[in-house]
C-alpha cells in the first residue's frame, strides 16, 4: 500500500466521513476493505474498527483526550500483568487469550486517536526491530521468548505512559511498537489461522458487550462491560 492510500484515509477523516459510496456514507470498514484484502488486516484491524463503530465511540464521535490516555495505559498495563500471570503458569489457553487482549487494545487505542490506518502499514516496518529487541531480552535475561515479549511490550507501554498524546509522531510510533511486538509474535509463534478465529471470537463476544463505565477500570465513560449472560470466547475447536 502507498502513502496515498494514507493520505485519502486522513481525507475521509477530516471530512467527518461524509465522502459518499453507492450505498451511502463510507464507514471505517469500507476504507479499510476498499484498500487491502489482507486477511490479517482485514480481521485483526477490523475488528477494534467494527467494535467502536458499533458503539459510535469512533474519532469523529468522541476526541481522545488526557482522561482516555490515562484509562488506556491502566488497562494495557492490566493485560500486560494478565499476560505475565498467564505466562508464569504455562496456560497456553491464557497466554494466547492474554496477548489477543493486549493486541485488541493496542489497535483500539491506535483507532481512537484515529491513526489505526498507519498502524496497520506500521507494524510490518517494526517487525524487524521488535524482532531484535526481543532476541536481546532472550539473549540477556529473559527465560523464553514470551516473556521477552512481555518486557518488550511493558518497557514501550511504560515509555507511552510518560508522552503527550498531543505530540503525535511520539505517541502514535509508540503504539506502532506495542502492536507490532504483540503481533509479529502471534503470527509467527502460533498457527497463523487459529490466531485468527480466535481474535475473531474475541470480537464478536466484545460485539456482545454494552457501553457502559467500569468502576474496577476507573468508572471511564467510554468502556465496555459484560452484559447478563455475556459469554466469553473459547478455544473449542481450535486447541487441545
Known amino acids: 500500500m502507498s502513502i496515498f492510500t494514507h493520505l485519502e484515509y486522513i481525507a475521509v477523516l477530516a471530512n467527518n466521513a461524509t465522502a459518499e459510496s453507492d450505498s451511502g456514507h463510507f464507514t471505517d470498514i469500507d476504507v479499510l476493505k476498499k484498500y487491502t484484502d489482507n486477511e490479517v488486516d482485514t480481521v485483526i484491524f ?119 498524546h498531543r505530540h503525535y509522531l511520539k505517541y502514535q510510533n509508540k503504539i506502532d511498537q506495542i502492536i507490532a511486538t504483540v503481533l509479529t509474535f502471534l503470527l509467527n509463534e502460533y498457527d497463523r489461522e487459529m490466531i485468527l478465529e480466535y481474535y475473531e471470537r474475541v470480537t464478536q463476544a466484545n460485539l456482545s458487550k454494552e457501553l457502559g463505565s467500569l468502576p474496577k477500570r476507573g468508572s471511564f465513560s467510554i468502556d465496555l462491560k459484560k452484559p447478563e449472560g455475556w459469554k466469553a470466547p473459547t478455544f473449542e475447536g481450535l486447541l487441545n
Open 46 to 164: 477490523g475488528g477494534p474498527i467494527r467494535c467502536y463503530s458499533k458503539f459510535q465511540i469512533t474519532p469523529r464521535d468522541v476526541t481522545y483526550g488526557d482522561e482516555e490516555h490515562t484509562f488506556r495505559i491502566a488497562c494495557l498495563k492490566e493485560e500486560l500483568r494478565e499476560l505475565n500471570d498467564a505466562i508464569n503458569e504455562n496456560d497456553i489457553h491464557e497466554t494466547i487469550d492474554a496477548l489477543v487482549d493486549l493486541l485488541i487494545f493496542a489497535i483500539g487505542t491506535s483507532y481512537r486517536t484515529g491513526n489505526v490506518f498507519r498502524s496497520m502499514f506500521a507494524y510490518k516496518n517494526h517487525a524487524t526491530s521488535v524482532g531484535y529487541l526481543i532476541h536481546q531480552r532472550i539473549k540477556h535475561n529473559a527465560e523464553s521468548p514470551l516473556q521477552a515479549v512481555h518486557q518488550v511490550a511493558e518497557s514501550f507501554v511504560n515509555e507511552l505512559q510518560h508522552y503527550d
